[in-house]
């Protein structure tokens, strides 16, 4: 009885929790749209501060931002509500818009077909996604490894089992592999209004070239307060970790 009593109250206080911090997302809406813009931004950062995140909230967030003429944060929010929703129209053409307000421009490095094709199946799922499609694909094996030992029904058995333990084997690959790649290749934005890219980590490095607020890089190493980073061009260099935001 105590356990279900525990069980309850925490159901009951979850439910309160959410509906407090959907009231104060809700002012927050309300003060943007009175063009509150800082006052909106401390109500949704009072949401995200309890470790709520959702893509909703993220967009709001930077659309104020980007009204309050916060560049490099408005694209770090939207950046983060793309995450969450990469197919959201309305996503994407305000981080469109965001990025045209950006100094830096960067032609796009052309991959090759069979790396882009690599790529598209392993960010196809989550990790998590992929753990679970093997979780799936094992038990059909054992289902059919059962069926071909066990049953009159041996090739059906015998093509679930190899299918099975095939796809399971490669989705957890494939589940390492995203893992790996999320790890190496960690989105970040430029936060300070301009930074120097060094050959290395120190300040006594040759500057590689200059970076200004709201470009976008993919963060690849880290080292005693400076982040690796990667440009679209397919430039390399290193930057102090706090000129940049990780997404």
């Known amino acids: 009885m105590k356990k279900l009593a525990v069980i309850?109250?925490?159901?009951?206080?979850?439910?309160?929790?959410?509906?407090?911090?959907?009231?104060?997302?809700?002012?927050?809406?309300?003060?943007?749209?009175?063009?509150?813009?800082?006052?909106?931004?401390?109500?949704?950062?009072?949401?995200?501060?309890?470790?709520?995140?959702?893509?909703?909230?993220?967009?709001?967030?930077?659309?104020?931002?980007?009204?309050?003429?916060?560049?490099?944060?408005?694209?770090?929010?939207?950046?983060?509500?793309?995450?969450?929703?990469?197919?959201?129209d309305d996503v994407k053409q305000n981080l469109k818009i965001a990025k045209e307000g950006t100094i830096d421009r960067f032609e796009t490095v052309p991959q090759p077909l069979v790396r882009t094709a690599y790529h598209s199946i392993l960010t196809a799922?989550?990790?998590?996604?992929?753990?679970?499609?093997?979780?799936?694909c094992l038990f059909l094996f054992v289902a059919g490894l059962g069926a071909y030992l066990f049953t009159s029904v041996r090739r059906p058995g015998f093509v679930v089992a190899v299918t099975g333990l095939l796809i399971g084997v490669l989705s957890i690959s494939l589940a390492y592999g995203h893992q790996d790649y999320l790890q190496k290749n960690r989105p970040a934005v430029i936060t300070a209004t301009s930074s120097y890219v060094k050959s290395g980590p120190s300040e006594k490095a040759e500057d590689v070239f200059i970076l200004?607020?709201?470009?976008?890089?993919?963060?690849?190493e880290d080292y005693e307060g400076w982040k690796k980073i990667k440009l679209p061009d397919g430039k390399v260099g290193w930057i102090e970790s706090r000129d940049l935001v990780e997404v």
Do not use: C
């Not at 309850?8 to 509906?19: D, E, K, V």
């Not at 996604?129 to 093997?134: C, L």
């Open 125 to 136: 799922l989550t990790p998590g996604g992929w753990a679970i499609t093997a979780v799936v």
């Open 212 to 220: 200004h607020e709201g470009t976008s890089a993919v963060v690849t």
């Open 8 to 88: 309850l109250l925490t159901i009951i206080t979850s439910f309160g929790y959410s509906q407090n911090l959907n009231q104060i997302f809700e002012e927050g809406n309300k003060l943007y749209q009175e063009k509150e813009y800082r006052q909106a931004l401390d109500k949704y950062q009072e949401v995200s501060e309890q470790g709520y995140e959702s893509s909703a909230l993220y967009f709001n967030m930077g659309n104020a931002y980007f009204k309050s003429n916060q560049l490099a944060k408005a694209i770090l929010y939207y950046e983060r509500a793309q995450q969450l929703s990469p197919y959201d």
